[in-house]
């Protein structure tokens, strides 16, 4: 079973920058996609940032400019620069990774979520 950590969420004023990190752990052969999500209330869930083991990345276009994803293949971690944060980008964001686990099956696992507020 692979668990997804994240951290670096909270409360940024509009024009503001945060980082967020998602750390994987378990049982781990391989990660292939991590990335990034977002939920605001009462909207559905969607896709911020992707980025594979090779380093390709896909943003969301409302964010593309602003936000950068990256990854430390080493530490099983992603993380997420986010820059020039407006208020629309208030949600919670969560890390998802799929690739193989130790039994070599494949896992998609979802981090519980951090809260990011962009108020003045």
């Known amino acids: 079973q692979v668990q997804l950590v994240e951290s670096g969420g909270g409360l940024v004023q509009p024009g503001g920058s945060l980082r967020l990190s998602c750390a994987a752990s378990?049982?781990?052969?391989?990660?292939?996609?991590m990335g990034w999500y977002r939920q605001a209330p009462e909207k559905q869930r969607e896709l911020v940032a992707t980025i594979t083991s090779g380093g390709t990345t896909n943003y969301a276009d409302s964010v593309k400019g602003r936000f950068t994803i990256s990854r430390d293949n080493a530490k099983n971690t992603v993380y997420l620069q986010m820059n020039t944060l407006k208020p629309e980008d208030t949600a919670v964001y969560y890390c998802?990774?799929?690739?193989?686990?130790?039994?070599?099956?494949?896992?998609?696992?979802w981090g519980q979520g951090t809260q990011v507020t962009v108020s003045s």
């Open positions: 998802n990774a799929d690739g193989r686990g130790g039994n070599l099956r494949r896992f998609g696992s």
């Open positions: 378990g049982s781990i052969f391989s990660i292939n996609t």
